[in-house]
Each structure stands twice: as structure tokens, then as C-alpha cells.
């Protein structure tokens, strides 16, 4: 079973309606454009740790004292 249903309001918005009889008014291009700021965000942290786990292993190639 579905943690909730869509019922499409107009071209922009649909009704959300949880399991749990909750009712929200999601507007689909806004719920887009927050999908798509938060990949850039997750891609631009995933190149961050690409780059600290360079240097740390670098690091590890240094002798030790």
C-alpha cells in the first residue's frame, strides 16, 4: 500500500493525501525545483569528499614520525 495518494488539482499543483489522513497541497514545479537544488547540492558535497579523501589518503603516504 501506497504511503499516499496524488490527486492532480490543475497543471501545477496536486492534492497529497497520506495514509495517515493528512491532506498537503504540493505545487509540482516548486516540489522540481527543490529536487533539482538539492542534487547540486548532494554533487557539489560528493566532490568535496572526493577531494578530502585525496588529500587523507596522501596523507597516509607520509611518513610517520
Request: proline residues 5%; negative net charge; charged residues 35%.
Amino acid at each position: 500500500m501506497p504511503k499516499f495518494t496524488l490527486e492532480k488539482i490543475d497543471a501545477e499543483n496536486a492534492k497529497k493525501i497520506d495514509t495517515l489522513e493528512s491532506v498537503s497541497i504540493v505545487n509540482v514545479p516548486a516540489l522540481k525545483k527543490q529536487k533539482e537544488d538539492l542534487e547540486k547540492q548532494i554533487a557539489t558535497m560528493q566532490q568535496q569528499l572526493v577531494q578530502i579523501d585525496e588529500v587523507l589518503d596522501e596523507y597516509k603516504k607520509l611518513p610517520q614520525t
